[in-house]
């Protein structure tokens, strides 16, 4: 389970990276485009050689350019995977899957899911990846014997938001880590990938919502997911 996650984070930070790299790519490709095009209007000035050049040159530059479009179209969130998911239900979904893992450690994972929970547009398989991801973390972080609490409830004060949260009672973040402890590739583990936590953030933001933490260093961490009301909305985009 633990191989598994840690390649699907692979495979999802890679797809954020090829984003990013072809959103760098459109705009110097637009400039040579524009400046092909500026070359045909001058062919008449120009030798036949350099005039076939020309043509060769925006040929190959307008099937980049379709080979782009396609990147982007195949990365764009599809809107048939985002449903109305229960967040209780996915919570324990993810203890069960991690129960055995919890229980190499003697680690007991505490459910305390508030009732009555509306429930919230979202990729529910990118939303079990990210309980997953983080629950892990929280396993690996606890001392032996420890307790990881698994909590949801509702925060009416401006607005209704869903407030989900796992806390450990492990050594807690370091002031220096904290400023990085989002950014792809930075683990503080020996054997970490330093994925984990950039992939939920990008996934949870994806959706709208919002992934923080609070820790104090010797005291265990705790991480938390705002879904804010406003995700209704996100069915009918």
């Known amino acids: 389970m633990t191989d598994n996650i840690i390649q699907n984070n692979k495979l999802q930070l890679m797809g954020k990276l090829t984003a990013g790299l072809i959103h760098e790519i459109r705009n110097p490709l637009s400039a ?4 092909l095009d500026y070359l045909k209007m001058l062919k008449l000035e120009l030798p036949q050689d350099v005039n076939e050049s020309i043509s060769d040159s925006s040929e190959a530059v307008e099937r980049i350019q379709f080979l782009v479009e396609n990147l982007l179209s195949f990365s764009r969130r599809k809107a048939s995977d985002i449903v109305l998911v229960d967040i209780n239900e996915i919570s324990k979904n993810a203890v069960t899957i991690l129960k055995g893992e919890s229980q190499k450690k ?7 899911l508030g009732s009555d929970l509306p429930p919230v547009y979202f990729d529910a ?10 629950i892990t973390n929280a396993i690996e972080s606890c001392y032996d014997k420890g307790t990881i609490k698994i909590c949801s409830k509702i925060k009416s ?3 209704v938001r869903i407030i989900w949260s796992v806390e450990d009672n492990g050594p807690g973040i370091s002031d220096e880590d904290k400023e990085k402890i989002f950014q792809d590739f930075f683990t503080s583990k020996a054997s970490g990938t330093g994925l984990g936590l950039s992939v939920c953030k990008m996934l949870i933001e994806e959706h709208n919502a919002k992934l923080s933490f609070t820790s104090t260093k010797g005291r265990g961490a705790k991480f938390i997911i705002t879904f804010d009301s ?8």
């Open 106 to 112: 003697n680690i007991d994972l505490v459910l305390d």
């Open 125 to 134: 398989n990118k939303l079990l990846q990210v309980f997953l991801n983080l």
């Open 230 to 237: 406003n995700l209704s909305n996100m069915g009918t985009e």
């Open 157 to 159: 004060a401006e607005g």
């Open 32 to 35: 040579i485009k524009l400046n």
